[in-house]
Structure formats: structure tokens, C-alpha cells
């Protein structure tokens, strides 16, 4: 049984090997044996391909040579090829660098000019802005001392106005008064005037 099993194995290696690498568990399928059958002939199948392989003829030592020499040439010229490209490409590299930097020093510079401009305008609105405030309490300052003001004259011109009414209220006395004292003394003139001819 066990000699069927392994050239089962043998056979089913075989034919999958022809399309892709046998495994334990495509040998045991196809093979229909266990898996340790499987597992041990499929070793053994692969230690005979391996042994029947190093079997080969030796090379002439004339082919080797040229196939040194052609691996050299082709070494030589993929190695001058690297170091072409790797030549350009460190160019490239470096010119795009100096480009990149070029530009990252435009826009710094383009910053801090708009930065600078920025800051001058706000310094200037703030000096108008300190302008305007003290403008405005100057004005402040200034309504108040007309507010003042106009009060102080309100009340001089009603001052002046009670002293006017209590200056006339008194010429009004005295005219009374002094027209009073006319008529009491015309009367005593004209009796004294009188009592001679008498």
C-alpha cells in the first residue's frame, strides 16, 4: 500500500508541478493519500528532482569566460547608465532647490514687506484714531465750558434783570416820592408868594 501511495504521490507531483509548485495539500488531493503520505513521498520527490538536477554537464570554461565578460560589459555599462541618471538627477535636484528657494526668499521678502506695510498702516490709524480721541475731548472740554458759560451768563442776566426790576421798582419810589414832595411844597410857595400883597 505504501508503494502505491508514494507513486500516487510521485505521479500527482508530477503533473502539478507542470503548472506551479506541488504543496502537501494539492499532492494529498489529487493523490488521494494521507497526509502524512503526502508530506513524506513529496519530500522524496523533491530530494530526487534536486540530486537529478546537480546532474547537469559542468560549463565550458570558455563560455564562462565570455559570459564574464559580457556580465563585466553589461556591469560597465549599467553602472555608467546609474551614474548618468544619477548625475542628471542630482542636477534636477539641485536646480529645483535653488528654484525652491528663490521662491520661499520672494515670498519671505513679499511677507515681510506686506508685514511692514501692515504695521504701518496700523500705527497710522492708531495716531488718527489718538488724533480724533483727543480732538473729541478738546470739543468735550469745550461744550462744557460754553455749557458752563452759558449758564453763568443765564444767571448774570437774570441778576441783572432783578437788579434792573428792583432799580426801576426804587426810581419808581423815589419819582413818587420826589413828586410827592413837589406837590406839598408848590402849594407853600404859592401862599408865601401871595400873603405880601396882602
Same mark, same amino acid.
Given at each position: 500500500?505504501?508503494?502505491?501511495?508514494?507513486?500516487?504521490?510521485?505521479?500527482?507531483?508530477?503533473q502539478i508541478s507542470a503548472e506551479?509548485?506541488?504543496?502537501?495539500?494539492?499532492?494529498?488531493?489529487?493523490?488521494?493519500?494521507?497526509?502524512?503520505?503526502?508530506?513524506?513521498?513529496?519530500?522524496?520527490?523533491?530530494?530526487?528532482?534536486?540530486?537529478?538536477?546537480?546532474?547537469?554537464?559542468? %560549463?565550458?570554461? !570558455?563560455?564562462?569566460?565570455?559570459? @564574464? $565578460?559580457? *556580465? &563585466?560589459?553589461?556591469?560597465?555599462?549599467?553602472? +555608467?547608465? =546609474?551614474?548618468?541618471?544619477?548625475?542628471?538627477?542630482?542636477?534636477?535636484?539641485?536646480?529645483?532647490?535653488?528654484?525652491?528657494?528663490?521662491?520661499?526668499?520672494?515670498?519671505?521678502?513679499?511677507?515681510?514687506?506686506?508685514?511692514?506695510?501692515?504695521?504701518?498702516?496700523?500705527?497710522?490709524?492708531?495716531?488718527?484714531?489718538?488724533?480724533?480721541?483727543?480732538?473729541? %475731548?478738546?470739543? !468735550?472740554?469745550?461744550?462744557?465750558? @460754553? $455749557?458752563? *458759560? &452759558?449758564?453763568?451768563?443765564?444767571?448774570?442776566? +437774570?441778576? =441783572?434783570?432783578?437788579?434792573?426790576?428792583a432799580a426801576q421798582a426804587r426810581?419808581?419810589?423815589?419819582?413818587?416820592?420826589?413828586?410827592?414832595?413837589?406837590?406839598?411844597?408848590?402849594?407853600?410857595?404859592?401862599?408865601?408868594?401871595?400873603?405880601?400883597?396882602?
Amino acid at each position: 500500500m505504501s508503494s502505491t501511495a508514494r507513486d500516487r504521490v510521485f505521479a500527482a507531483a508530477e503533473q502539478i508541478s507542470a503548472e506551479r509548485r506541488p504543496t502537501v495539500s494539492t499532492v494529498r488531493s489529487a493523490a488521494g493519500v494521507s497526509n502524512a503520505d503526502a508530506t513524506r513521498y513529496l519530500k522524496e520527490w523533491a530530494e530526487e528532482k534536486q540530486s537529478a538536477g546537480g546532474q547537469v554537464a559542468a %560549463t565550458p570554461p !570558455a563560455i564562462l569566460e565570455q559570459a @564574464a $565578460r559580457l *556580465a &563585466g560589459a553589461v556591469w560597465a555599462e549599467a553602472s +555608467a547608465l =546609474a551614474n548618468e541618471r544619477h548625475a542628471a538627477a542630482g542636477e534636477l535636484w539641485a536646480r529645483e532647490k535653488k528654484e525652491l528657494n528663490e521662491e520661499v526668499a520672494e515670498l519671505v521678502a513679499d511677507l515681510d514687506k506686506v508685514t511692514a506695510e501692515k504695521e504701518s498702516a496700523v500705527s497710522g490709524l492708531v495716531a488718527k484714531i489718538e488724533e480724533l480721541e483727543r480732538q473729541l %475731548t478738546t470739543i !468735550a472740554e469745550q461744550l462744557e465750558q @460754553a $455749557r458752563i *458759560a &452759558g449758564q453763568e451768563a443765564m444767571a448774570e442776566a +437774570a441778576a =441783572a434783570a432783578t437788579r434792573a426790576a428792583a432799580a426801576q421798582a426804587r426810581a419808581d419810589a423815589l419819582q413818587e416820592a420826589h413828586d410827592a414832595l413837589l406837590q406839598r411844597i408848590t402849594p407853600e410857595q404859592t401862599q408865601s408868594a401871595e400873603e405880601p400883597d396882602a
